[in-house]
């Protein structure tokens, strides 16, 4: 299940995108990082283990390659987002964040809008996200690279709503 403490509430997403568009023009390198974090719902090992050659201009997509028995998987990006991934992109080598998992870590408690919420917390509020967006299980499933359904549907009643509730009465 999950619950309101492993996702990003409305007021602390907002607050961390708010910090994120300032940091962009100081702390590029680690901005990025955790904003394709939220928009693309990978896990810190997956994040960590992007390449240059994982960014697909012809859609404007990030592969990403799935771990913990979870599937490879292609996940687009919103345009002015990969244009500024990309341009980052040309100054490395070949990983996007040579870093270590636990200096992503450090980094995350800089930027977390709240310390009892992990990097975690930014997958469980990109699939929150994307299926109120989408309403698409599928979808979402094929985006968070879920071998099994079930592991998806637990992103379905995370915020619904009395008004929700309401709205469909018979």
């Not at 702390?27 to 960014?55: F, H, P, V, Y």
């Not at 919103?78 to 070949?94: M, T």
């Not at 450090?106 to 509020?125: A, C, D, M, V």
Request: proline share 2%; with cysteine.
């Amino acid at each position: 299940m999950i619950t309101s403490d492993k996702y990003l509430q409305p007021s602390e997403h907002e607050r961390l995108l708010q910090t994120l568009r300032i940091a962009r023009y100081t702390d590029t390198r680690n901005a990025l990082m955790i904003e394709l974090a939220l928009r693309c719902g990978a896990r810190a090992s997956e994040l960590l283990d992007l390449r240059k050659s994982d960014l697909k201009d012809d859609f404007e997509m990030v592969f990403i390659r799935g771990i913990k028995g979870s599937k490879d998987r292609d996940v687009a990006l919103n345009s002015d987002f990969y244009k500024r991934l990309k341009e980052y992109a040309a100054g490395v080598d070949d990983l996007l964040f040579p870093i270590s998992y636990k200096r992503f870590h450090q980094i995350w408690h800089e930027y977390t809008p709240n310390p009892l919420k992990g990097i975690h917390s930014l997958r469980h509020t990109f699939a929150i996200l994307f299926y109120e967006k989408t309403k698409d299980v599928l979808k979402l499933k094929r985006a968070l690279g879920h071998v099994s359904l079930k592991n998806t549907m637990v992103y379905t009643e995370v915020r619904y709503s009395k008004e929700e509730m309401r709205k469909e009465a018979i």
